[in-house]
């Protein structure tokens, strides 16, 4: 069974750092890139960020450029979201998905408030 | 940067009775490989999106074959044969052509009439 849980969640204020994990299981990690996706409360899907199986090619949303960064250690199934100069608009929860998005986390919540 | 554009964004349905959503893309979702990367997910109250269609009309395993995805270049449809009370939630279209960035549409809410 695929599996992806995600952690690292909270509350946090304007300025502050995160960092977000997603553990996975059930399919071969380092075959696949993966994805972070976000939802604001209310709102639509949003997505934020990508990583290749080997972390060979990295991408951004133009919304999260230069704030967050994207990794993962194919060692313990992982990838990891390091959010830093957080802002209200980025309050959402946050989901981590295997590409193409076929597979998805229960996702963690983010609230950016002071 | 590639909009897809959903309608209607609220869909009152009996229950029994079909349901259609359109999404529109602002460039063809042809890729250079021939396929067409546009995926269709359900999102029910309180749960992570879920996978329903890809490469226009292909169902996830597990999905009913109630649902239906159609369309080509720009112009694309979900459709539910007879909508159920477990297919209440919020459905959005998605293009994975026009990699890396995942575009997806604003949402069409369904609700039982």
């Known amino acids: 069974e695929v599996r992806l849980v995600e952690s690292g969640g909270g509350l946090v204020r304007p300025g502050g750092s995160l960092r977000l994990s997603c553990a996975v299981s059930g399919f071969t990690f380092n075959s696949y890139s993966m994805n972070w996706v976000r939802q604001a409360p209310g709102k639509g899907l949003e997505w934020v960020s990508s990583i290749s199986h080997s972390s060979t090619y990295i991408y951004y949303a133009d919304s999260v450029k230069g704030r967050f960064s994207i990794s993962r250690d194919n060692t313990k199934n992982s990838v990891y979201l390091q959010m830093n100069s957080l802002r209200a608009e980025d309050t959402a929860v946050y989901y981590c998905?295997?590409?193409?998005?076929?597979?998805w986390g229960q996702g963690t919540l983010v609230t950016v408030s002071s | 940067d590639v909009v897809m554009t959903q309608s209607p964004l609220s869909l009152p349905v009996t229950l029994g009775q079909p349901a259609s959503i359109s999404c529109r893309s602002s460039?063809?979702?042809?890729?250079?490989?021939?396929?067409?990367?546009l995926s269709w997910f359900q999102q029910r109250p309180g749960q992570s999106p879920r996978r329903l269609i890809y490469k226009v009309s292909d169902r996830d395993s597990g999905v009913p074959d109630r649902f239906s995805g159609s369309g080509s270049g720009t112009d694309f449809t979900l459709k539910i044969s007879r909508v159920e009370a477990d297919d209440v939630g919020v459905y959005y279209c998605m293009q994975g052509t026009h990699w890396p960035e995942y575009t997806f549409g604003q949402g069409t809410k369904l609700e039982i009439k």
């Open positions: 460039q063809s979702l042809v890729y250079s490989d021939g396929n067409t990367y």
């Open positions: 998905a295997r590409a193409p998005l076929d597979y």
